[in-house]
């Protein structure tokens, strides 16, 4: 149980593209997904918190207009990368709640931009 | 101030050995810790939540200690399976959730 997947799992683009992410708990709803990031040896970094049906809240320093959050459902959120740039290139994983204290994650999405 | 640090590693040992992280954050009113591993290009995986009592799995014991802002992991009887990152996780939210990952220490266990 508690199985979260992501999609895609990679992906390769130009340089002004817009890359969509998709994050779903398969076996639980969740109440609360989280939106990370994480570059080449460094740890994970929390960029936005997204709640069923409410507006995402993004962490201090990240754009909420270059990374758009939709959390539409109970178990799909979907993270948006617009007009995105080489230093956007990273590992973006996403978590899914389905209580306090809980989180269960996304085997990650590597996003390349050329 | 970072919120939350770690032993910056990386942790070199043979297999059998014990080895033991530390942790520290900065935030006195976290209420939740956690432990978990990540593998090279994985996503983090769970290892334990720590209890203010201190707690254990197996080879792996997790102690907290409120007063001093510190978090401990020891790995005893290390396996070469035991590589991997490991990340202390504080939940510096009261009521909600509000994870922060430290840096992670990267432990390779030598045949």
């Known amino acids: 149980g508690a199985v979260v997947s992501q999609h895609p799992s990679w992906v390769i683009c130009k340089s002004g593209t817009s890359v969509k992410i998709e994050c779903r708990s398969l076996?639980?709803?969740?109440?609360?997904m989280f939106w990370y990031r994480q570059f080449p040896k460094q740890s994970l970094m929390l960029m936005a918190t997204?709640?069923?049906?409410?507006?995402?809240?993004?962490e201090q320093g990240v754009e909420k207009d270059k990374f758009l959050i939709n959390h539409a459902s109970l178990t799909l959120s979907t993270l948006t990368v617009t007009s995105a740039h080489p230093e956007d290139s990273s590992f973006y994983i996403c978590s899914a709640s389905p209580a306090r204290d809980t989180q269960y994650f996304g085997p990650g999405t590597r996003l390349t931009v050329l | 101030r970072k919120e939350v640090e770690q032993d910056p590693g990386p942790f070199n040992v043979p297999e059998g050995a014990t080895v033991a992280f530390n942790c520290t954050y900065s935030?006195?009113?976290?209420?939740?810790f956690f432990w978990y591993r990540q593998d090279c290009r994985k996503e983090p995986k769970l290892l334990m939540s720590?209890?203010?009592s201190g707690n254990e799995d197996g080879r792996f014991t997790a102690q907290l200690n409120r007063a001093s802002q510190y978090i401990s992991l020891l790995i005893r009887d290390s396996k070469l399976s035991d590589s991997a990152t490991y990340l202390c996780v504080v939940n510096e939210d009261n009521y909600g959730q509000n994870f922060v990952f430290g840096p992670g220490t990267r432990l390779s266990v030598l045949p």
């Open positions: 720590v209890y203010s």
């Open positions: 935030n006195s009113a976290s209420q939740s």
């Open positions: 997204s709640n069923e049906g409410s507006k995402a809240t993004y």
């Open positions: 076996d639980f709803q969740a109440t609360t």
